[in-house]
């Protein structure tokens, strides 16, 4: 064999190797029955600083500051903060399934009404709620996050 012959097969088997070996994720076609090529899941990552320590945050999403509110009453807290960003539902939704037992909350119920995503999650004496619902022009989806205390408080010193 020639040397042009020799380099032409290996380039052709490279080829052949690369195009086998991608992994591309593929889905059935409800209507045709056809595979087609599936789009990536996207997941998000929560943000390295979020505006309450045991609450994350995705990053892209900025608090609505004129809709947030969060006090300390008394040995207890409330938090009821807005965040909006341009993420789908359902990434933001598996990013809480995800990321909420990170930091100790467990998930006591999930709830789809009317195209809002309801999950609820507690910890010790506290409950929480996060709401994902559709955004507005800007935003694509809106995050209300809702912290209380629930059972006996003891003051802060």
Known sequence: MRPVQIATMCAVMALTMC???QNNATAIDASTGAPRQAPPVTEL??????PIADLPIPIGFKIDEGNSRDYTPGGGRFVDHKYKGSAPKLAVKRFYERQMPVSRWVRTMTKFVRGEISLDFEKETERCRVTISDGSWFT???IRVEIWTVGPQTPSK
Do not use: E, M, Q
Request: glycine share 8%.
């Open 140 to 142: 694509k989806t809106t």
């Open 45 to 50: 990552v929560a943000r390295s600083r979020p």
């Open 19 to 21: 195009v086998g070996c």
